[in-house]
């Protein structure tokens, strides 16, 4: 997987390009929340309107809103955006958004990347 980090003042702006995995957003997850920019921003966005091939397991929608609601107890509110036309990452995303319900975390899915910077420059 091929992805590119852009940390700005108060979003970050994630681009994934080719094949991704499951493990590898996962591994990239972790990166992000560790780093000491993340406690900063407002908004997170996942751009994968790049993205050849999507071989994720329907489980890591549920390892992914488990990890983002631990680390959003330290963390706070965040709203995530993701850009994409891919159905099966749209399915996953739908997965997702059923386990973060209610959390601190507050999701949402994009066909192009302005709806999705607008959406996350909106107050929560």
């Known amino acids: 997987m091929a992805h590119t980090v852009s940390w700005e003042a108060d979003y970050l702006y994630r681009k994934f ?3 991704i995995t499951g493990e590898e957003i996962l591994k990239s997850n972790f990166d992000i929340q560790t ?4 406690t900063k921003i407002k908004y997170l966005v996942n751009d994968f309107s ?16 488990l990890t983002d609601d631990i680390i959003s107890a330290t963390k706070g509110r ?11 990452i749209i399915e996953l995303t739908k997965d997702y958004y059923a386990a ?16 999705a910077m607008n959406w996350g420059q909106q107050e929560l």
Not at 80 to 86: F, H, L, P
Not at 102 to 111: A, G, I, P, V
């Open 50 to 65: 790049e993205t050849q091939s999507i071989l994720i397991d329907p489980e890591y929608a549920r390892i992914f809103a």
């Open 17 to 19: 390009t080719g094949e």
């Open 100 to 115: 973060m319900e209610n959390k601190l975390f507050k999701c949402e899915t994009f066909s192009t990347l302005e709806e």
């Open 78 to 88: 965040l709203k995530i955006a993701i850009v994409t036309n891919n159905d099966t």
């Open 35 to 38: 780093h000491p920019y993340f």
